[in-house]
């Protein structure tokens, strides 16, 4: 009996011990970070700033700094299972500019991924730019690159006359704290390899940066060549292939693929890839059949179940954008499908009917103001916040055989409003013009590439 | 091929172990003149408790807590006394083992609009195969005539079988395994292997036998599959899954049959 006794106490004992699957911690941070050494050694590295999931490394800028490659010890919580992506713990951390940035993934206990970002943070030289203004500078761009010495200025309303050039006049330079800045105070850009110069030296004397300032020709919106796509997440379309919204989400080029229907894909052309927008019919599960226009855009994609018979309020226009361009440009052809339908609501359900017609794809850019006391939501219609400042658009009528071959389309765009500035432009390109409405032909093909914003 | 045959050779040996036993039980101290040479036919209730579990075992889930399901199992025995100490016997039993339990998983491929992926995280695992089970075994007896143990082969026609994993949080490696692409959310669909399991299986039983009463016997099996119970060609697993799993079993015997042509063993 005692051995019986013995028995089940050890197998209580065993039992008890077991870890609980729902025990385990969701929690995983890095509890330090500290830089052992670097390459080149010359660079001075002052602070490790932990900020949440962000690691900044501030290093002061200098020539030859990158690539900049640095030797940590990170360690991490107890309960941090493990370490993936870009950086283990072991790796030696190659910055190769100084935007680069370095990824990697914290894994608590429980599987849960915990997102973190090793960068670089320019540290002060003393000899720094720290503004650079000029004469209707507000209206135009500038960028300061700290890492580099460099400054950049665009023009949303000019681009540099081949001619007379670019001139900006009452320049002024705010520079660090007792440093002194040596510039003209009027500089005219022959071309897009011409700079000015500006030497800063600083306060103490031992350290000198001279400045370049270029004319940049002006924003494009990434991607806009449809060379990159892949999964990019459940945030992004639910994991399924899509377009890479590079920057990122809700600030790149997007599409409405979901579980349900792939209506974007990318194949080759011409060397690399472009896009193409196919009509399908989608079924909705209990809202019944339903024509799916494809579609390409700026913005994002956030299905919801429930709004699957409302694909407009699923698909977010826009992405963040305040410059003012001319006009829209991009390479196309459109081939409308055989028979033009309709998805027709009976009951509670979407039945597809034949209608009389011939399907049209649809090409369209809007300059939207949005009020900055509401989340952004545009879903091209008539919106509380938005304000529409300019606007254009092409119909690829499928009775026109022309549009059956590659051809470059432009489309300039039409301002109405010249008091407020853009926050948002929305750029959409789908394979049946009335697609929201669920008009379209099964089968209507629209391919897209080299997306370029004239100004 | 080679595995086909070795499982054929283990079931028709599992014949030949009657024999081996008849000849000891003459030599037996035992004598074997009050062998009643009768089938005897029996009906048997019991549950089991198990599921398939990773072979090699170090696959098995650091974390893992399983919550086995008792369903009750029904069938009938038929035992043929060899000597006194010898019994062979087969069964039948129509049985549904289901196994739920939470674990700590670790790169679990799957399939995701035709890509292979990689799931890592903490999940609800489900697993239920309905069989209709046909061991053969022999039987010992200690010298009590009422403690025995057996063992034999097993054969397992699977008639449904399920196999499903509901990712509650983790990640995904749309890459490979050990990358984190993409966090589980609580949308993600279930992960069902079910259309990858293989309809039978065949495997060892080892048990132990108590005659409660003339009747009346209780009985604690182990058995263990020797086959995956995933097809050989499924690409999900890289280890074999193999059915592992405990069993009590309550029978009675309703009547013995006696045959005349199976008298010729009374003479020997």
Known sequence: ???????????????????????????????????????????????????????????????????????????????????LGDYT?????????????????????????????????????????????????????????????????????????????????????????????????????????????????????????????????????????????????NDINNNVMTIDPVPGKGQGWATANNTFVLGAEPFDYQGGKAARLTTRIQDAIVFGDLIAAGSLYTGYFQINVNNLADSRSMTYFGVPYTLRPAALEFDARYVPGDTLKQAVKNGYRYEIQDIEGID???????????????????????????????????????????????????IDIEYTNYELLPTHVAIVFSSSQKGDEYIGAPGSVMEVDNVQLIY | MKKHTLYIFLFLLSGLLPSAGRAEGTADSLSSDNVDYRFALGVQVGTDVGGAIPVPFRHIPETFNPYPKLDLSLGAKLTFPVTTRWDVGAEVTYKTITMNADARVENQKFQDNNTIEWFSGTADMHMDFTMLEIPVYAKWSFRNLKDKVLLGPYFALVMKSSFVIDPIKGYIGLTGPDEMDSVVDENMDDMDFSPYMDSWDMGVLLGYERKLSRRFELGLRVSMGFKDIFHKDNQYFDYNMLHMRGTVVISYNLFDIKSPRLLRFAKD
Request: with cysteine.
């Open chain 1, 1 to 83: 009996m005692k051995k019986y006794s013995a028995l089940f106490l050890l197998m209580s004992l065993w039992l008890v011990s077991c870890e609980k699957v729902s025990d385990l911690s969701d929690e995983a941070s890095v509890v330090s970070f500290q830089v052992l050494s670097h390459t080149p050694e010359s660079a001075v590295v002052d602070t490790v700033y932990m900020v949440g999931e962000d690691i900044a490394i501030s290093v002061r800028p200098q020539e030859d700094l990158f690539p900049f490659t640095v030797r940590a010890a990170m360690t991490t919580s107890p309960t941090t299972h493990s370490v």
């Open chain 1, 89 to 233: 713990g072991s790796e030696d951390l190659v910055f190769s500019t100084g935007t680069s940035e370095i990824n990697f993934h914290l894994i608590a206990e429980s599987g849960q991924p915990h997102p973190y970002t090793l960068s670089l943070y320019p540290s002060e030289t003393g000899a720094d730019i720290k503004e650079f203004t000029f004469s209707g500078s507000e209206e135009t761009t500038v960028y300061i690159d700290p890492w580099n010495a460099l400054i950049y200025v665009s023009d949303p309303d000019s681009s540099l006359d081949a001619d007379n050039g670019y001139e900006i006049k009452g320049i002024k330079v705010l520079a660090s704290d007792g440093a002194v800045a040596e510039y003209d105070d009027s500089f005219t850009f022959e071309d897009y390899e011409d700079y000015m110069e500006i030497t800063v030296s600083a306060a103490d004397g031992q350290t000198t940066r001279v400045w370049k300032v270029y004319f940049t020709e002006l924003y494009q919106i990434p991607n806009s060549d449809f060379e990159s796509w892949g999964k990019f997440g």
């Open chain 1, 360 to 410: 049209s794809g649809h090409a369209w850019i809007h300059l939207i103001h949005w009020d900055s006391s509401k989340d952004f939501a545009y879903h091209g219609r008539e919106e509380d916040g938005a304000t529409l400042l300019g606007s254009g658009e092409i119909i690829f009528d499928g009775n026109n055989s022309a549009y059956r071959n590659w051809g470059h389309y432009r």
